[in-house]
């Protein structure tokens, strides 16, 4: 099974950029759809964005495209989510989480290995 580190998340203000890193071990991540999702205080855990194995296989729900981008650097077995014109609203626990199969999907019961995620907080 593979193993995930999410790392990157901190304190910005309204309007900065982060990017969040996701490093597998154990197994590589080339075979394995990998999703961004995130849970506000209190809240659920969301899907953000996936990535899939083929080159421009990726998803971004409505709510984040065109500020947040998903990718994989497969030499590193890491994928990252960046994360532009940050909001109050996008704070939260990011986390990243592997599932198998060829298509991305958002259902959370798909994804089989999670990491411990990272804190991201946006200041007004």
């Known amino acids: 099974q593979v193993q995930l580190v999410e790392s990157g998340g901190r304190l910005v203000q309204t309007g900065g950029s982060l990017r969040l890193s996701c490093a597998a071990s154990g197994r590589t991540l080339s075979r394995s759809i990998i999703g961004w999702f995130r849970r506000i205080p209190g809240g659920e855990r969301d899907f953000l964005a996936g990535i899939g194995w083929n080159p421009g296989q990726t998803y971004h729900v409505d709510s984040v495209k065109g500020r947040f981008t998903i990718s994989r650097d497969k030499a590193n077995n890491t994928v990252y989510l960046e994360m532009n014109s940050l909001r109050p609203e996008d704070t939260a626990v990011y986390y990243c989480?592997?599932?198998?199969?060829?298509?991305?999907?958002?259902?959370?019961?798909?994804?089989?290995?999670w990491g411990q995620g990272t804190q991201v907080t946006v200041s007004s």
């Open positions: 989480a592997a599932a198998t199969g060829p298509k991305i999907t958002s259902n959370i019961r798909s994804y089989t290995s």
